[in-house]
């Protein structure tokens, strides 16, 4: 992120906002993050303008293998989205704020509805490597939370509820859409760690005690940030490897690469067509 100590965190927000406003000034009302290797989903976006994230004011950079880092704006369903190709993470040495910062600039540019998509292991024994994961609620694992500190009132209130994170219309809907195209698609509780090492056997069995039934390292505090804005939150797992028991197997980021171009067709459909429907 460049950073300038001169300028508070709203200050830098609204820095963002003016230059990626100047550049592109049609309103956006939906968001999208692509995740671990999905960045092919933007071929479903007819693009407009794209703007990598160094050229932005305070931007943080991904500095992750697969994340390109370039903000997207163009049409999807018909509707004006901005989509981040690459997105940012705790282990890459960021702050909570430095990795939320694209979702509060996106609430200035007009995004109400935010799209998430992530690669995860599935500790459910049901699922199998590339079978998608519509996340209905979330366990957060992370040492830090994006809202500590003072609170940013103009975005919204000091204790935002989290009781209903993932909208559950939205939710009921991409379920539909899943059934009409013959999708196999499952719900669930998503819990991310810190990273950027794999959990252990031990860590995984104590993660699916406690309710969890995919584990990544992301999405959880973009969420957070989300909704402390009032944006309506849909989110999607990409089942990329096996964390229950006996299915524990050493794995590279290329066969998380390849498990996530398997998943990634029905993901598109799920989302270009939820976000043709809401």
Partial sequence: MKQDSTISYTEQIQAAFVYIHNLNPNPVEIGVILGTGLGQLINNIEIEKEIPYEDIPHFPVSTVESHSGTLIFGKLGGKNVVAMKGRF????GYSMKEVTFPIRVMKLLGVSKLMVSNAAGG???DHKIGELMVINDHIDLFPENPLRGKNLDEFGVRFPDMSEPYALDFIDMAMQIAKENGLTVHQGVYTALQGPNLETRAEYKYLRTIGADA???STIPEVIVARHMDMKVFAISA????????????ISIAEVLAAAALAEPGMGIIIQELVRRI
């Fill in 123 to 125: 500790l459910n024994p």
């Fill in 89 to 92: 993470h705790y282990y890459e």
């Fill in 239 to 250: 089942i990329t490897d096996l964390c229950s028991p006996g299915n524990v197997k050493k």
């Fill in 215 to 217: 584990v990544g390292m």
